[in-house]
């Protein structure tokens, strides 16, 4: 017997950024790294739009509305260590595309892309 050593929520986790993967490259976005992790921090899913732009993607998924919903769990703590795995990542290219950070949101019966979520500006003023 083969046993999976992922948690619930992990699974749960894991069909979220398939949904959101296929959902952003129907429209349009190319994949180009799933989970990128440093030390700090994690992105998600990193796309390319097609006019070059890199977008960092947090998925985000809850049961239900409450708290907000899950476009507003993504706090100034998460989105500051969205930053620093953003800015690890880039410092990996030969040049700095423009680039944008977007959330995809999902509760029961319910995905809302939220493009251009959030900036330097948003993060830097939770800190």
């Not at 985000?60 to 990542?89: D, E, W």
């Not at 700095?96 to 330097?120: K, S, Y």
Request: glycine share 10%.
């Amino acid at each position: 017997m083969i046993r999976s050593f992922k948690t619930t929520t992990q699974t749960r986790g894991a069909q979220a950024e398939d949904r959101a993967l296929a959902h952003l490259q129907r429209q349009g976005l190319v994949a180009v790294v799933r989970n990128y992790r440093c030390k700090g921090g994690e992105i998600d899913l990193v796309m390319r739009a097609p006019d070059g732009t890199v977008v960092f993607v947090e998925v985000r998924q809850r049961s239900g509305r409450g708290f907000g919903g899950a476009a507003a769990s993504v706090t100034p703590a998460k989105q500051r260590r969205l930053l620093l795995a953003a800015s690890h990542y880039l410092a990996t290219l030969a040049h700095t595309p423009p680039c944008r950070f977007d959330v995809v949101a999902m509760e029961p019966g319910r995905l809302e892309w939220l493009r251009d979520a959030f900036g330097l500006d948003a993060a830097a003023a939770g800190s």
